[in-house]
């Protein structure tokens, strides 16, 4: 077969594993590779014709599957330490993975134990082992075996079972993986709020474990909607599909619904017991929902007497001229300095003093401010309500008092489970709705929201999650049942993405997470839901 990498043609045997096949020139720290455009094991073997691209943690694929290597020995470890536990991966915060037990306090012994247990499991370099079974021998698998690890591929009919096999431990884990457990060069295991982290390197610091940031906001509201979910009986998507084959679509959406409007209730109610709110801040990552979530905030503050006065962030970008630009010496449109700070500043102490102003309108193909003759004048009824990336960094709004200010943090904080060990990621389930959303009402493919995914992610990871923490009140946009809805809309879109644009293999890994979804009928979704902004039909379009 032919083989092109880094530039160079290689001759190799039809069938031998990739790393055999280039093991001259394999980087050291590679952790699996780009096979003509799908994500691939140094063990795959070589098929066809084609080029390579080796992976390793600085690459975003390449630290998945880092992590997803990481929690496998983390697994790994509890299962020896504490083989009758119900341990489970719960969800991520800042460059770590959250996961506890159901059955079993930690302590700090217990995560000194798994840490110590994991290090012993990396020294030895065990070989991590795909073993893939026919339908029929998994049945008879997991009936001689007791264990639901990777069962749920039989529930949805996959045409073929896959386990991850390490000496005697075995687990499904969803993704490729590292070839064996000497690959975790870097990372840590504490204890934190009840159960462990599983710490890594970000891709941008490869090399060392960044300092521990303590997110207790975030994990209070992950750790809220954990909870609501396992008492509903919906923290798996196997319990999910269930309640979908058992036609409790309704209940559902009732209760989903019935979640949002209570927690943005309790918003607008925290909103009017602080008295002298303002200004009301909105910042969250793309497709976290903001404009369903921020009509419904209106009509909760217009029950208390506080009408909403909305003040757009995008008519206050500096003259074109004066916008900063980025390292390829284009204008960087989302740094803070790209907006006029001063203006707006001023504007707003004249606002909260009783004073009339002239609101710009900012031309984005001229890239000057103009002035049409909007005025505003701020009654004693009336709040700003400000939505946009810098939202939560206090210098976007630096004249305003603290007291004044009310910030909400937003975004879809999934913590849905494919099973007890493979969690579904926020971020996908981010992309989905923007897949969905951008390709119903901007008439954008799937191939170019994936082309920019890369860039969005980029400026969320410096203008927004650094300051999310910063938020008064965060508040978690997901649905329970949003991904088997979607299912219907996202993967024609996908599947339509060929297999030579680089973004092929990103778009398989979202069509394999996809099989695991039973399909849901959206008609009985209401028109002022959350999913409304992304599917269609909402009452707050326009």
């Known amino acids: 077969m032919k083989i092109v990498y880094d530039n160079k043609a290689y001759d190799v045997k039809e069938g031998i594993a990739l790393r055999d096949a280039l093991s001259d020139v394999v980087p050291k720290n590679a952790i699996a590779a780009r096979y003509n455009n799908e994500i691939s094991s140094l063990n795959g073997p070589i098929d066809k014709d084609g080029k390579i691209e080796f992976l390793d943690r600085t690459t975003k694929d390449g630290r998945d599957i880092y992590i997803r290597g990481l929690l496998y020995l983390t697994c790994m470890a509890v299962e020896r330490l504490y083989p009758h536990s119900k341990f489970k991966v719960d969800y991520q915060l800042s460059n770590a993975m959250f996961c506890d037990f159901d059955d079993m306090e930690v302590t700090d012994e217990v995560a000194i134990n798994i840490k110590t247990e994991m290090d012993k499991i990396i020294r030895s370099n065990i070989p991590i082992i795909k073993k893939i079974m026919t339908p029929e021998e998994a049945e008879k698998f997991y009936k001689d075996e007791d264990s639901v690890r990777g069962k749920l591929q039989l529930n949805v009919g996959k045409e073929k079972v896959s386990l991850y096999y390490c000496e005697e431990y075995f687990n499904y884990f969803y993704g490729t993986m590292p070839i064996s457990t000497g690959f975790a060069e870097i990372y840590d295991i504490s204890k934190y709020h009840g159960g462990i982290l599983v710490r890594y390197p970000s891709t941008t610091e490869p090399n060392y474990l960044p300092k521990l940031v303590d997110s207790l906001k975030l994990a209070s509201a992950l750790n809220e909607y954990d909870e609501i979910y396992k008492i509903l009986g919906v923290n798996t998507v196997y319990k999910l599909n269930k309640k979908i084959r058992e036609g409790k679509e309704k209940e559902l959406i009732l209760f989903s619904e019935a979640l949002h409007e209570k927690k943005i209730a309790e918003i607008a109610e925290k909103i009017k017991e602080r008295g002298n709110v303002r200004m009301v801040l909105i910042a969250g990552p793309s497709s976290s929902g903001k404009t369903t979530f921020a009509g419904k905030l209106g009509m909760g503050l217009r029950v208390h007497g506080i009408k909403p006065v909305t003040i757009s962030v995008d008519n206050y970008f500096v003259e074109r001229e004066n916008n900063p630009k980025d390292e390829k010496g284009e204008y960087d449109f989302e740094r803070i300095e790209a907006l006029d700070l001063d203006l707006l500043n001023n504007q707003l102490v004249k606002l909260l003093n009783g004073e009339e102003v002239s609101l710009p309108t900012f031309d984005f193909k001229t890239g000057h401010k103009q002035y049409l003759g909007n005025k505003l004048k701020l009654e004693k009824d009336q709040v700003i309500v400000m939505e946009g990336i810098h939202c939560l960094n206090d210098r976007l709004t630096s004249l305003i008092p603290p007291e004044n200010k009310f910030k909400i943090y937003i975004s879809d904080l999934t913590v849905l489970n494919i099973d007890y060990y493979n969690r579904i990621s926020t971020t996908d389930t981010r992309l989905i709705r923007r897949i969905v959303r951008d390709n119903n009402f901007r008439n954008y493919t799937a191939l170019h929201t994936l082309n920019m995914w890369y860039s969005v992610n980029r400026g ?48 398989r890994r979202l069509l394999a997470m996809f099989q695991y979804f039973d399909d849901m009928d959206d008609s009985l979704i209401p028109n002022n839901s959350l999913i409304r902004e992304f599917i269609g039909g909402s009452i707050f379009e326009g």
């Open 460 to 507: 969320e990871q410096k203008y927004i999650f650094p300051y999310q923490e910063e938020a008064d009140i965060m508040f978690n946009s997901s649905i329970i049942y949003e991904i088997s809805v979607l299912k219907k809309y996202a993967v024609p879109l996908l599947q339509e993405i060929p297999n030579t644009e680089p973004v092929y293999s990103e778009a």
